[in-house]
């Protein structure tokens, strides 16, 4: 086979979703229907091939991101399925960021949830083409077209059904499918695996025929020779409509819905035909960007096996069965094609590292493979010191791809030996688990010695300590978990240093001037250099700005990162003869301390963003639960016969809530929570 046409026939797509919406069954009945396994896994047995790690199993929940590969059609798919809960975010994050299509799994009950939002705004941002698939129509309660009326005013997507469930909840009777119009019934005693096509049945003739005019006519719509047939004909033929709905899907110009029941084994192949017609192959979506790492000028690479390798490395893995050999890499080759035994450039480092070997991934299993073409994604062993966001280059053609950006941690726990001799294996294992996982932070705590854990939230660490337990064989003990502050600033002030003293055996000279302003929340810390060209040297000015942003870090009164603050050096002088960077460094850090603490410091603490679900004759209790931890309710919406409470609170009062929420309402009560956004702790005093 050619390589181009090779390249038609990949698909890299990621499925995402909301915790419980049904993506992992989903996942594991396209792997069941592609002849990937030969048996259907199921969640709550258990039995999943892509939630392979014990605490996923017993937990049902996926917790890291597993890649699997299948052939449909031909096609090469490789998937990824995600986590659905926040506290596991940078996994889908950096999933997204080598994908080029996404599959979102919405619950056909609950719609849009909180988590879902995050995942769509996540695939928005690295502008992959989405398809929707509306799961669990079988659910009582299931309303599809609430949950397209949520995609358009909650999502800011434009939806488009190509298929649509035949009735709903237990009376869900197969799918209609809008382009051939006609009925699909899925046969139960083949577990979904054999299906009938055949007439639309009376009940919601007339429904298809009004969403088949309105399909054909999104679609003339976003196309000129299309619009001309469709007025001149009144109709498009099905190749016309495929060609227009792919087009539109690779625009976004709307997203393509798919119902289903994927536990019911309903709806799943349509989804597997549309990944394939209507979601992109690798030389379809934008080039990869990067900077050369010595000139850094911006060079694209695109999807061509005969140009030089260049591959991102989105996720390491430790496993306790490669502990010795080394972390697993997941790769995106993004151009050139990659061979065992290969020499490539880490740009990060500038240090040369060797491929040992290259796997086609299936979860917890691989297959060997000789060579990877430019497009794919593959596992890499035997690069030692590869971390996520690396990017492998050629030798002669380096480039540096743009690298991943995490949600900072918001949690914290102390972490200690159950027994003595241990502490030195623990730490060892600590950096292997941190190496893998950029949201998770291991530090020592100055005054008491302790071990700090920091991660997204209280399950996060939990598992983490757990693995330590499982995969380590270590004896370890978790700490009550603590919120993470910020400090800020909320005035404009300015401080000047002069570091001049006799130092190593010879004078050093340093002055700087330093100006401290607020900046909104969310938007990080900058520096600027305001001085005059030839003030301070230049090597004089790198180890300033290095200082500034290395004491931001040690806080103004508590010892908590410094945020949402601008930085400028607005003065200073040098000394021909006894300047040095040593002076520099410390007279920055000591201006930039006294500035913050003349400018009116503030103590932030993390925000969550909730959504609570009960029935209505619990909300009163609700609303008094959520006002004695400070929280407040900022609106209500009805779903069927329950009440959506969406609210924000600190983080600080929200431990244990989880327990409080199901003794106020007789265990029929849930909610989610998502971090928002730091603020101001009222009386400025953390809470320990």
Known sequence: MARKERLGQIRNIGVIAHIDAGKTTTTERILFYTGATHRLGEVDEGSTTTDWMEQERERGITITSAAITVEWRDHQINIIDTPGHIDFTAEVERCLRVLDGVVMVLCGRGGVEPQSEIVWRQAERYRAPRMIFVNKMDRIGANFDRVLEQIRTLLGGNPLPVTFPIGAESRLD??????????????????????????????????????RQQLVETIAAEDEALLEQFIAEGDLPNEALRHGLRRGTLEQLFVPVFAGAALRNVGVQPLMNAIVDYLPAPHEVLPARGVHPETREVEERSADPQAPPCALVFKTYTSSAERERGRVNFLRLYSGTLREGEIVLNARLGEKERVARLYRARADKKTRLKEVLAGDICIATGLKLCRTGDTLTDLDHPLSLEPMAFPEPVVMAALEARSGGEDEKIQQALGHLSADDPTFLVSTDENTGQTILKGMGELHLQVLADRLVREFNLKVRLGKPQVTYRETISSSARAESKYERMTGGREQYGHVVIEVAPLPRGSGNRFRNELPAGRIPEAFLTAIEASVRDAAEAGIRYGYPITDIEVRLVGGSSHELHASELAFRNAAVTALREACRNAEPLLLEPIMRLEITCPEEFVGAVHQQLAARHGRVLGTDVRDDLQILRARAPLSQMFGYATDLRSATQGRGTYTMIFELYDAVPGGQPTF
């Open 174 to 211: 197969g799918i209609v499918d809008l382009l051939a119009m006609e009925a699909i019934r899925w046969k139960s005693d083949s577990l979904g695996a054999e299906y009938e096509r055949g007439p639309i049945p009376e009940s919601v003739a007339e429904e298809a025929a009004v969403r």
